[in-house]
């Protein structure tokens, strides 16, 4: 069923094709999980006629020594092997980026390619900004280590530092012929910041004529003699969730809304996903639960470790920048 509101005209001059998404930052570590984000990014990148830039970030592993003292301990000459065999990877990286980027262009995308030196999450935030990307999309590996889960993935990382959405792709996403985007989730709280989340998923639906779902997750079991009151509570939340749409969609929006029950959002989430067929997931990092976290708290970040489908994720404030950006384009587009 098509959507409209009066959000219509800031999708393109004459309801044509958005431009919420010019630029596009690929990060990569040559991994599946990186060569499956790449597949979304391109579905994005077409759909979108958007520009990717490649990036990878080697570390830069003689600073990281040097700065903990190592050089002292080693007369320098951990520096001077450090060096030789980082110059070597430097060297193997460059290739690989050089050959990606060609084989890329050679499909009929715009494309071009980055090495970075440094620390990952760092520079990929650095430089999405030196670019002005509006997306920057990376491979996910699901639940890692006790050690990344209390220090904070890069994933983890660059959503929680990023001025711009951030698509995290997890390696058991679907690729090939089953990338697409027909239905998408935005899981909202009632918070400000869903807003947000919802006006973005909008746009993202838009050139692919999507259908939008919103979610919301009572996050109580059910116990013996409350059935009833339960689902008189689910009743009322999902009469609250219309009214609370209209207020801000306007009267006449069609969109479904889906109340469910389950003991954490996260959980709720990823099963409804698996349940429907969700091709994409659109969320807030902040709501409720606060700003996303290092350790594996957050719905955000568990929501990432459990589905298998991407997940654009990004705090409020960035999904309105990329909108307002969007905005400007689709001024200058039009007066132009």
Same mark, same amino acid.
């Given at each position: 069923? =098509?959507?409209?509101?009066?959000?219509?005209?800031?999708?393109?001059?004459?309801?044509?094709?958005?431009? %919420?998404?010019?630029?596009?930052?690929?990060?990569?570590?040559?991994?599946?999980?990186?060569?499956? &984000?790449? !597949?979304?990014? %391109? %579905?994005?990148?077409?759909?979108?006629? &958007?520009?990717?830039?490649?990036?990878?970030?080697?570390? /830069?592993?003689?600073?990281?020594?040097?700065?903990?003292?190592?050089?002292?301990?080693?007369?320098?000459?951990?520096?001077?092997?450090?060096?030789?065999?980082? =110059?070597?990877?430097?060297?193997?990286?460059?290739?690989?980026?050089?050959?990606?980027? !060609?084989?890329?262009?050679?499909?009929?995308?715009?494309?071009?390619?980055?090495?970075?030196?440094?620390?990952?999450?760092?520079?990929?935030?650095?430089?999405?900004?030196?670019?002005?990307?509006?997306?920057?999309?990376?491979?996910?590996?699901?639940?890692?280590?006790?050690?990344? $889960?209390?220090?904070?993935?890069?994933?983890?990382?660059?959503?929680?530092?990023?001025?711009?959405?951030?698509?995290?792709?997890?390696?058991?996403?679907?690729?090939?012929?089953?990338? =697409?985007?027909?239905?998408?989730?935005?899981?909202?709280?009632?918070?400000?910041?869903?807003?947000?989340?919802?006006?973005? &998923?909008?746009?993202?639906?838009?050139?692919?004529?999507?259908?939008?779902?919103?979610?919301?997750?009572?996050?109580?079991?059910?116990? @013996?003699?409350?059935?009833?009151?339960?689902?008189?509570?689910?009743?009322?939340?999902?009469?609250?969730?219309?009214?609370?749409?209209?207020?801000?969609?306007?009267?006449?929006? !069609?969109?479904?809304? $889906?109340?469910?029950?389950? $003991?954490?959002?996260? /959980?709720?989430?990823? %099963?409804?996903?698996?349940?429907?067929?969700?091709?994409?997931?659109?969320?807030?990092?902040?709501?409720?639960?606060?700003?996303?976290?290092?350790?594996?708290?957050?719905?955000?970040?568990?929501?990432?470790?459990?589905?298998?489908?991407? @997940?654009?994720?990004?705090?409020?404030?960035?999904?309105?920048?990329?909108?307002?950006?969007?905005?400007?384009?689709?001024?200058?587009?039009?007066?132009?």
């Amino acid at each position: 069923m =098509k959507q409209t509101s009066k959000l219509d005209h800031l999708w393109g001059k004459g309801g044509g094709v958005s431009i %919420l998404i010019s630029h596009i930052l690929w990060a990569t570590d040559f991994s599946d999980a990186a060569e499956r &984000a790449l !597949e979304w990014a %391109l %579905l994005l990148a077409r759909n979108f006629e &958007a520009t990717i830039t490649a990036v990878h970030v080697v570390p /830069d592993w003689v600073k990281y020594y040097e700065e903990r003292g190592f050089d002292e301990w080693t007369d320098g000459e951990l520096s001077h092997t450090l060096t030789a065999i980082q =110059k070597a990877h430097i060297s193997t990286r460059t290739e690989q980026i050089n050959k990606r980027v !060609e084989q890329i262009r050679s499909s009929g995308f715009k494309v071009e390619g980055a090495l970075l030196l440094g620390s990952p999450p760092a520079q990929i935030l650095e430089y999405v900004e030196l670019i002005h990307a509006d997306l920057i999309v990376l491979g996910s590996h699901g639940m890692r280590s006790l050690k990344e $889960h209390l220090l904070g993935s890069t994933v983890a990382r660059v959503i929680q530092g990023a001025q711009v959405p951030v698509m995290a792709v997890p390696s058991r996403a679907p690729t090939g012929s089953d990338v =697409k985007c027909k239905h998408i989730l935005v899981p909202t709280d009632f918070s400000a910041a869903t807003r947000a989340a919802i006006d973005y &998923a909008l746009r993202i639906a838009k050139p692919f004529n999507a259908q939008v779902h919103l979610l919301h997750v009572i996050e109580l079991l059910e116990s @013996v003699g409350e059935r009833e009151a339960l689902q008189e509570l689910e009743k009322m939340i999902s009469n609250g969730l219309k009214q609370w749409v209209s207020e801000f969609m306007g009267d006449g929006y !069609e969109i479904p809304m $889906h109340v469910i029950r389950c $003991h954490h959002a996260a /959980d709720g989430i990823s %099963l409804f996903v698996e349940r429907e067929g969700i091709d994409m997931i659109v969320m807030s990092t902040h709501g409720r639960t606060g700003l996303i976290r290092f350790l594996w708290g957050s719905v955000a970040e568990r929501v990432i470790g459990q589905v298998s489908c991407p @997940v654009i994720a990004a705090k409020a404030t960035s999904f309105r920048r990329a909108m307002s950006n969007s905005d400007n384009r689709v001024l200058n587009f039009c007066m132009g």
